[in-house]
């Protein structure tokens, strides 16, 4: 020890000035190397926030004990990955996120205390509505919605009242879209969840402002028609999945289905004449009878003087003759049929369906697993199949295209994410991998620089071994 305290005091200030710099500087590299490598990957929990919701989102986090890490836009919120369960737990205690929507829990801090009718009812109402919105957005595909109520009041001394009415936008969850059972389940919620609210007052609209359900108004109207729409095409799609489904399998048929519809009422009238038939048009008969008496004929006896009222008629008087004449008349017409055809709006024009269906997945030729490409002859029966579940009319120019592509998010037999391969992990984990591989090589360049300078040091203050010739010298 001693030895080492005598080598170090010959060194001088300068040289141990520089060994204690290279220490530190081998420690603090060692330090920033070792806290590169293991500081935590960060995650995101909900993307796409509004900045109001972001912003309670990481409150709720950071009061939970959590590290938070907010993205550049402000729209995503990060944390570790081993806190991504703790983080959503504590998310939904909180109700988060709920768009900013309050619920019941606004009465909680309020005092009855100097609060009128009219505060108390508007805060009703915006309960109700936040409520409502809560409940919706737990519907499987939906990532947000909001609900509007209008619960009119009876006015003083008026025995009638307006109906309550609502409506409720919609935004779906990406690459999803919302179907008509669904708007069809969210009329039902609200009118079951407000008093005197009928299901057909609820208007159901999509973020991007389509009009989904609304109330009908007459049964032409195009909200009725673009509902019908959506309904027998999402009928029709129900259909070719659930015959395809038995066939390739859950998850691996994708089915898009368009119809077109009149929109104008139309009437058509055909008239056909047959020849070979005719027909009686009309029958006119005539019938004619007259009596005539002969004057010439007639004897001059005491029987001609007697009034006809008298007149014993077998007795014999003047000539007498009786004519009938009867008379027929047919007119005939060309035997015709009328018809008459009236389409409504709403009729189907025509049906296009697109069908994307995945391959299988087995044994290759060469041993291997992989995937294989359907046959042609299975895809023209799936092709049948699929016509035949719609009602295929080559007359109406009906269209069905059946096609088989291998899918790249879903594998064939569970539907689940196939396995990624060496690149896309590899790009997944770019960040993380360069930082590490920057940390280490700066350790190495440290390590290298730093090793040869003490080694100098180190040389020059240990004693040299004295050569023998030189000592004979002596």
Do not use: C
Not at 4 to 26: H, Q, S
Not at 63 to 86: C, F, H, M, P, Y
Not at 144 to 149: C, G, K, N, Q, T
Not at 458 to 465: F, N, W
């Amino acid at each position: 020890m001693n030895q080492i305290v005598e080598n170090l005091k010959d060194l001088g200030p300068k040289r141990l000035a520089l060994l204690g710099g290279i220490g530190l500087a081998i420690t603090a590299a060692i330090f920033i190397g070792a806290r590169t490598i293991l500081a935590p990957t960060y995650v995101p929990v909900y993307s796409q926030l509004s900045p109001g919701t972001a912003s309670q989102m990481m409150q709720t986090l950071e009061q939970a004990g959590l590290t938070v890490d907010l993205s550049r836009n402000g729209d995503t919120i990060s944390v570790a990955e081993n806190d991504i369960a703790r983080a959503r737990m504590a998310l939904a205690d909180a109700g988060l996120p709920g768009e900013g929507v309050p619920g019941w829990e606004i009465f909680d801090n309020m005092s009855g205390m100097g609060m009128n009718s009219f505060m108390q009812k508007v805060n009703r109402l915006r309960a109700l509505e936040g409520e409502l919105a809560r409940s919706i957005q737990t519907i499987s595909g939906i990532k947000a919605a909001r609900v509007h109520l209008v619960l009119p009041e009876r006015a003083a001394f008026s025995r009638s009242r307006a109906e309550a009415s609502g409506s409720v936008i919609v935004r779906s969850q990406a690459n999803a879209s919302m179907t008509r059972s669904q708007a069809q389940a969210i009329q039902a919620l609200v009118a079951s969840a407000v008093a005197d609210l009928e299901a057909q007052n609820v208007t159901v609209l999509s973020a991007s402002g389509e009009t989904i359900l609304a109330k009908d108004e007459g049964g032409s109207s195009d909200f009725s028609l673009q509902g019908q729409r959506s309904m027998i095409e999402e009928q029709l799609a129900q259909k070719v999945e659930s015959i395809l489904n038995a066939r390739v399998g859950p998850g691996n048929a994708r089915v898009r289905v368009s119809v077109d519809l009149t929109t104008e009422r139309e009437v058509r009238v055909s008239r056909t004449f047959d020849p070979a038939q005719q027909v009686a048009r009309s029958i006119e008969t005539r019938v004619r009878n007259s009596n005539e008496t002969d004057p010439a004929a007639a004897t001059v006896d005491v029987a001609n003087n007697i009034p006809d009222e008298l007149r014993d008629d077998a007795g014999g008087g003047a000539g007498q003759s009786t004519r009938s004449e009867n008379d027929e008349i047919i007119n005939y017409e060309i035997g015709s049929v009328q018809s008459e055809m009236v389409r409504e709006p709403g009729d189907i024009e025509r049906i296009s369906v697109a069908v994307l269906v995945n391959g299988s997945y087995g044994t290759l030729p060469d041993g291997s697993e992989g995937y294989i490409e359907r046959s042609e002859e299975e895809m023209q029966r799936l092709s049948q199949l699929v016509s035949t579940a719609i009602g295929f009319d080559q007359n109406r120019g009906d269209q069905v295209q059946v096609e088989s592509l291998q899918f790249l998010d879903f594998d064939s037999e569970f539907s689940s994410p196939v396995g990624r391969g060496l690149g896309a992990v590899l790009a997944d984990n770019a960040m993380t991998i360069l930082r590490s591989l920057f940390a280490l090589a700066l350790v190495a360049i440290i390590m290298v620089l730093g090793a040869r300078p003490l080694r100098m040091v180190l040389d020059a203050t240990l004693p040299q071994p004295a050569l023998a010739g030189a000592g004979a010298d002596a």
